[in-house]
């Protein structure tokens, strides 16, 4: 099953638990028992060996964290509209724009992970990344070789037979600087 996990749709979600109780949920997530440590564990670690294969550009690792269909929203970033897409088509447009020539970091922490009755997860995190390209850095193409962005990440967990797995990712940009030449360029 997958779902689209927006921030709106978080709100609409967390405005059926009382108040008190839903920004207990979103800002500390479940709480961490013996029943929960492992799995919380194994969502940290995936969303985190996700930014470091993207940054490797190692992109079967990365692939291999998700499921087939996949939500995703990064409408914050680049416009458009929340779509549901093979996780092949997420991971080739990653790397069709992170190539060799531009070097990418990706950095995460604060997670907080909230389990629903059905079986499943969120991963809430805060997440920083920039991108850097050389050929930004001449006059015509803005004259800056870095840009940066900072933003809180939704991954959305579905557990299956292969162990723990990401059905939609919703990435909400809170600020970015630097030139946008580097981020919308692909290396070459």
């Known amino acids: 099953m997958t779902r689209t996990i927006t921030a709106p ?3 609409t979600l967390l405005a059926t638990v009382p108040p008190l109780q839903a ?3 979103a800002f500390s997530g479940t709480p961490i028992t013996v029943e929960t440590l492992v799995d919380q564990a ?3 670690r995936i969303a985190d060996a996700l930014d470091a294969a993207v940054d490797a550009k190692d992109w079967t690792l990365a692939r291999s964290f998700f499921i087939e269909t996949i939500d995703v929203d990064f409408t914050s970033l680049v416009g458009g509209e929340p779509a549901t ?3 092949d088509a997420l991971i080739s447009g ?3 724009n992170l190539t060799e020539e531009k070097t990418s970091f990706h950095l995460r922490g604060n997670h907080r992970v909230i389990f ?3 079986g499943s997860a969120t991963l809430l995190s805060h997440g920083y990344a920039w991108n850097q390209l050389q050929r930004g850095a001449l006059p015509e193409n803005g004259g800056e070789a870095l840009w940066e962005v900072w933003g809180t990440y939704l991954h959305s967990f579905v557990e299956t037979g292969e162990g723990w797995k990401i059905d939609a990712m919703t990435f909400t940009a809170t600020a970015e600087r630097g030139n946008s030449f580097v981020r919308d360029t692909p290396g070459s």
């Open 9 to 11: 749709i978080l709100a």
């Open 23 to 25: 920004e207990t949920r």
């Open 42 to 44: 194994e969502m940290v």
């Open 85 to 87: 897409i093979p996780a």
């Open 94 to 96: 990653w790397s069709s």
């Open 116 to 118: 629903e009755e059905d």
